[in-house]
Nanobody
Framework: QVQLVESGGGLVQAGGSLRLSCVVS????????MGWFRQAPGKAREIVGY????????YYADSVKGRFTISRDNNKNTVYLQMNSLKPEDTAVYYC?????????????????WGQGTQVTVSP
């Protein structure tokens, strides 16, 4: 069975950095578009960004553009979210998701597999 497991979350001060990892098992990572989403307290889940199968195409939400970077290592079945210059408004549970289709999408419904999330808290 395909499983996604996020790690790397934690507490960091504003301006700091964190790197999240998502390890995919039970499937071949190179077959999936990989997305990162986040959900802040009291708010809807939103797209952070995505990366296509070979890593040549990335998308970032305006709120994180220039600060976050998505990368992938298909040989290690791992996708990463490097987060720099963190702000308190980045505080959220961050989710990794995999899309089996060729469609590049920012919507939750397009993704077939989801991790359980990892908490990122940014203090002022």
């Amino acid at each position: 069975q395909v499983q996604l497991v996020e790690s790397g979350g934690g507490l960091v001060q504003a301006g700091g950095s964190l790197r999240l990892s998502c390890v995919v098992s039970g499937g071949t990572l190179s077959r999936y578009t990989m997305g990162w989403f986040r959900q802040a307290p009291g708010k809807a889940r939103e797209i952070v960004g995505y990366i296509n199968r070979n890593g040549g195409i990335t998308y970032y939400a305006d709120s994180v553009k220039g600060r976050f970077t998505i990368s992938r290592d298909n040989n290690k079945n791992t996708v990463y979210l490097q987060m720099n210059s963190l702000k308190p408004e980045d505080t959220a549970v961050y989710y990794c998701a995999a899309d089996r289709t060729f469609i590049l999408s920012t919507t939750q419904s397009a993704y077939d597999y989801w991790g359980q999330g990892t908490q990122v808290t940014v203090s002022p």
